[in-house]
């Protein structure tokens, strides 16, 4: 059965340019007031006041003037379907303040409706919004029920035309017209609405009215398209009052990447690169990026990367707000991981080389790789690897010594017994290495040798020099 979630953020306008609740806010629009938080309504102001009457009732009491920002208000809303969208993926944004989220499919996954609404609050809370609900079989339903009690808001029990009778009309407010004509005639409900006859209704309020109410009702399909995740990731923490250290920094960022991690997850995508902006209360923006050998959305390493960064960050003035982005994203690959016990998988390598590059720098750790040379001196290189990656890409290195000697030196050599701080065995070999005819001929012949006590070293016997060389030590 289909249901679906209205999520109605009617604070949006205010909370999406100030939170604060130490001072009076307002939010103007053509010198009207839209939105005003709780110290404004204190003091008498109210929405549709003037400028003038808003700066009487302020009296001498802080006060603060910000004109409505819309294209704020759509990127919140768009964060805001990066969070549902690990939801339900069947949702979309409506009315520039509210979002409709299928959730008939994905009460299963979440065990329950009481399961998935207690995610969907914790969500939003931990968000700093104020949001109303309403909870219908169709999403203009969800919609008008948003502006209905709670009780009756979310009482899917109860018939919906029931539910739906004691809303005003002027909440259809897209048919102005309409409406008017209707209270003229003494309605004023949908109740009052919801019995008459759909062709009367018709003739005598137009048929996008009429449609509309077949919408409400179920009687006609509601087509929306679906949301689509964006190639992108950006989201942002609003702190409502001053920041001075790094601690307190910390909840939200753990909040904005778990919030990454989770979109990466339900999207199937990976980064090997975050960005951090700190908003000052000056409206300066800082940049922190963070980086990772290699792609993946695990939001505890993300965690501890940038806890490291974050310590070395001196604070040069007060923070207000923080913002993650995530430019690029690639297409997941998946983890090879014990089905049976998956708590005791060994953290990986790439995890701890990201920790000391954060804490150390990027130069500060070295890779060893190959090339696609033969000589051994050539073919193993050591390298900072800035730019990530998986160390030993090239040509693979089947027995090489993992340690070689930055010259080959001379063995000594009696009565055909080879001596390195001791007589050495010869245990395998020999491999035939030739190369560097254009400048410098090189002719080997190289053998895996062993000492009196275990120990296995790489020699070779020069072709052309006739002498034999120990070149490297196996670990």
């Known amino acids: 059965m289909s249901l679906w979630l209205c999520l109605r953020f009617d604070q949006l306008p205010l909370q999406c340019l100030n939170r604060s609740e130490t001072q009076a806010v307002v939010v103007l629009a053509k010198q009207r007031v839209v939105r005003a938080n709780d110290c404004a309504a204190a003091l008498g102001i109210r929405v549709d006041m003037g400028t003038a009457t808003v700066h009487a009732l302020a009296d001498n009491e802080p006060l603060q003037l910000l004109e409505r920002d819309e294209d704020a208000e759509q990127r919140c809303l768009q964060q805001l379907?990066?969070?549902?969208?690990?939801?339900?993926?069947?949702?979309?944004?409506?009315?520039?303040?509210?979002?409709?989220?299928?959730?008939?499919?994905?009460?299963?996954?979440?065990?329950?409706?009481?399961?998935?609404?207690?995610?969907?609050?914790?969500?939003?809370s931990s968000r700093g919004y104020s949001v109303q609900y309403g909870l219908a079989p169709t999403p203009k339903a969800a919609w008008l029920l948003s502006f209905a009690p709670a009780d009756t808001a979310l009482a899917i029990t109860l018939p919906l035309t029931e539910r739906l009778a004691p809303l005003p009309l002027t909440l259809l407010e897209l048919f102005p017209t309409a409406v008017d004509s209707l209270r003229r005639a003494g309605l004023h409900t949908l109740g009052d609405i919801l019995t008459l006859p759909p062709a009367s209704l018709g003739r005598r309020c137009g048929r996008e009215f009429s449609h509309f109410l077949q919408q409400v009702t179920g009687q006609r399909e509601d087509r929306q398209a679906d949301y689509r995740p964006p190639t992108t990731f950006s989201d942002e923490y609003w702190f409502g009052y001053e920041v001075k250290a790094n601690t307190e920094l910390l909840p939200a960022m753990q909040l904005l990447l778990q919030s990454l991690c989770a979109f990466l997850r339900s999207t199937q995508l990976q980064t090997a690169e975050i960005c951090w902006q700190l908003i000052g209360m000056d409206k300066s923006l800082r940049e922190v990026k963070v980086r990772s050998t290699n792609k993946h959305s695990d939001w505890k390493n993300w965690h501890q990367l940038t806890a490291i960064c974050f310590e070395q960050l001196q604070l040069t003035t007060g923070v207000e707000g923080l913002a993650l982005t995530c430019p690029a994203l690639h297409p997941a690959q998946q983890d090879n991981i014990d089905l049976f016990q998956p708590g005791k998988q060994r953290e990986p390598l790439a995890h701890l080389l990201d920790r000391l590059r954060s804490r150390l720098g990027m130069q500060a750790i070295e890779k060893v790789g190959c090339r696609d040379e033969h000589l051994p001196e050539f073919a193993v290189h050591v390298s900072s690897d800035r730019a990530g990656g998986e160390p030993g890409i090239g040509r693979p290195c089947f027995q090489r010594p993992f340690w070689l000697m930055?010259?080959?030196?001379?063995?000594?050599?009696?009565?055909?017994?080879?001596?390195?701080?001791?007589?050495?065995?010869?245990?395998?070999?020999?491999e035939r290495i030739e190369d560097n005819w254009w400048q410098e001929a090189a002719s080997r012949d190289y053998y895996i040798a062993a000492d009196s006590g275990g120990q296995h070293y790489w020699v070779f016997r020069d072709r052309l020099a006739r002498n034999w060389y120990i070149h490297g030590i196996f670990a």
């Open 81 to 124: 379907c990066c969070w549902a969208y690990s939801i339900t993926p069947s949702l979309f944004s409506w009315r520039r303040d509210c979002l409709q989220l299928e959730i008939g499919g994905c009460l299963n996954l979440f065990q329950g409706l009481d399961s998935l609404l207690a995610e969907v609050t914790g969500g939003i």
């Open 406 to 430: 930055p010259q080959p030196q001379l063995l000594r050599q009696s009565r055909q017994q080879l001596y390195w701080k001791g007589p050495l065995s010869l245990l395998y070999g020999p």
